[in-house]
């Protein structure tokens, strides 16, 4: 096991709903329902917003929230701000007097790949790109130049009015393709092309000349929104959001979360907290200014406030920029609880919720891998020690109870791993006609021949009544468990349920 005893720990959701399932002879067709957007959407940020429809020759004015499909157009005026959140999870922020329109929108059903092309005639964008699910997944933006093409990262595309396009990429790597020269930007590095002419040689971006940056820790999630509606940071249920051209936004798994808005405007950014856990919330707001080629602070601002799981915060602040440089701050002495509808405009797809899986589930098997190999790497009596957080956990079985053979749609998991020893799991699922909640305690012990031992401690099923006693389900759940084997050379001496994590310590054989 650890694989098999891992599973053993992550089973227990699928198999009681499995059995459920068999049970009460639910039929064996499912149809999932889809609990995040599937569509392509065009959010209107601010000012003037106008579509040219696929079958038609002039220009209208949009619709916030309205879909969007292969042969549209979008264009954005003067001081005006547009965001398309494709169907995959990628968001594009269109700024001012800026138009592109839409060539192809495909999803191959069979194997997930996803074709995303589109077309940028003038004026600038800001590109937040999903991990792309296999080779055949493409993301491109074509311009008058040539070709801008990324595989999961975070580019900035200006196109001139002569034509003259500027690719700068901030997070992971693309390729600007040019009279059949292809040139790779890596992160931090930018590339050029005028029409009619290679790529330029990639070089570094420039850096700015101060950054503010937000930080949050530990008990809730932090997104910030500026004066044009633009957000980045981190939403319910966690997934990362980057519509600020240029910020650096943390990823999955950072404590504390941060975010660094380079050159920030003269106005007020609207930072929302989502509390998700009972806890406190530590808010730091630093200033930081360029110092050749290093960052010195400038100054810093904390805030502290005590939350529960689902609370929702709002704190205001004012950024002071003295020609075109951030010099202060007004920062309100308290978070207050967030009132009304919340800023900026965020649409959570299901592909970017997939995405989210698929990054933790592989996280997971990441942390298993490393720890197989340290095992039969390790001197005879070596310790080794496997750790696991509660979100690993919660997304390896989102991933593993949603695949390709199973016949239950899990969403919405949350794991809790506490210091009594107990992880405690809760998820909405779906099967066939039935929508219900599962509730279900587990406790890892150590058996007699130094090996885990999973033991389902209470189960609880909303799911209306059932032929047998939730006792029966418990026993059966063990019972599988206890057949589990464990095939690695080490025997299991210590297990922590604690800390928001789960740690298991081998000794080697």
Known sequence: MVKRIILGILAVFLVVILIIAGLIL??????????????????ILSGDVFVMEGDSDSWDEAKDGMDLAAEDSVKTGADSYALITFFEGTTMNIEPDTEISISELTVNEETDSTIVRLKQKAGETWNRVEKLADSASKYEIETSAGVGAVRGTTIGLVVGSDGKTTMKVYE????????????????????????????????????????????????????SVDSAG????????GIVVNQIPGAITSGYGYN?????????????????????????????????LRNGSSFTSIFKEQRVQETNEE???????????????????????????????????????????????????????????????????????EEVVLIFTEDEVAGKIAKWANGPDSPVDFY??????????????????????????????????????????????????????????????????????????????????SVDMGDDQIVLTVIKR
Do not use: C, H
Request: aromatic fraction near 6%.
């Open 26 to 43: 639910v039929p064996s067709i499912f149809s999932s329902q889809t609990s995040y957007d599937e569509s392509t959407t065009l959010s």
């Open 256 to 288: 504390p979360q941060f975010i660094e808005i380079p050159n920030p405007k003269d106005g007020t950014y609207n930072v929302v907290l989502y509390g998700n856990d009972s806890g406190q919330i530590n808010l730091s707001v630093e200033g930081l």
């Open 311 to 381: 609370d929702k915060w709002r704190i205001d602040l004012q950024a002071v920029v003295v020609n075109g440089v951030l010099s202060d701050i007004v920062l309100p002495a308290q978070i207050e609880p967030l009132e009304g509808d919340e800023p900026g405009s965020v649409t959570v797809t299901q592909g970017a919720f997939d995405g989210r899986i698929d990054e933790l589930a592989n996280s997971f098997d990441e942390k298993y891998d490393a720890f197989k190999e340290n095992v039969y790497s390790a001197m005879s009596g």
């Open 230 to 237: 633009r957000s980045a940071g981190m939403v319910p249920p």
């Open 172 to 223: 992971g790597e693309g390729s600007l393709f040019a009279q059949g020269v292809p040139v790779i930007i890596g992160e931090g590095m930018e590339s050029s092309a005028q029409p009619g002419q290679p790529p330029t040689e990639a070089s570094t971006i420039p850096l700015p000349d101060s950054v503010l940056r937000l930080s949050v820790s530990p008990s809730a999630w932090m997104n």
């Open 412 to 493: 919405n998991i949350k794991i809790e791993l506490n210091s009594t020893g107990i992880g405690e799991g809760s998820g909405k699922f779906d099967y066939s006609i039935f929508t219900g909640k599962l509730d279900v305690k587990v406790r890892v012990d150590i058996s007699d021949d130094k090996r885990p031992k999973v033991v389902v401690t209470s189960i609880g099923v909303d799911l209306g009544a059932l032929p047998l006693p939730v006792s029966s389900f418990k026993s059966r759940i063990n019972e599988e468990a206890e057949n589990a084997t464990w095939n690695l050379p080490a025997d299991l001496i």
